[in-house]
């Protein structure tokens, strides 16, 4: 089940509704095994226009994408997560839905939203700056948007060649 726009409009999904999705918490990721944490928040923002992120986190350069932002107290490790939408049971008003709709993908942890904050350092480093604050706000790329990506014209051809050059292959 993947939240392409279609899915979005019929199924009504908008600010304030559920979202979860799996990583890695960046403090501690196992030592026998990966050990991945679960991060439930709401979505905030939907993508009705786009927003300025930072794709190249060693850059100040922003730009311009297509994204959900969710309140789901977002940390270090989850880029890349995929972020799902679920339906609790009481999602309708004046009622509760049994087996209702499963989790769908809404899309892709890009990472978290960063705020500039004044602050003043005291101690032996005096003086005063901005350090960037975590928000706490995951930025997720729309299903629709991957999609898109995947089928590109010429991701398309790419896939297409592979499959005809591999014995009993078919496009």
Known sequence: MLATDDYVIQQRIGAGDDVF??????????????????RFGNISLMP?????VK???????TTLIDAYLVEARSWGGHSGSPAFIYYPPDREPGGIVVG?????LLGVVH????IKQ????????????KVPINAGI???IPAQKIIDTFMQEELVEERNRILQERPGSRP
Request: charged share 20%.
């Open 21 to 38: 999705f799996v990583g890695l918490f960046s403090e501690y990721t196992g030592q026998e095994r990966n050990q991945p944490i679960i």
């Open 48 to 52: 009705h226009e786009e927003i300025a």
């Open 55 to 61: 794709l190249d986190p060693s850059s100040d350069a």
């Open 100 to 104: 209702g709709n499963p989790p769908a």
């Open 111 to 114: 990472g978290h939203y960063e």
């Open 118 to 129: 004044d602050v003043a350092f005291i101690g032996d480093i005096l003086g005063s700056g």
């Open 138 to 140: 995951a930025v997720v």
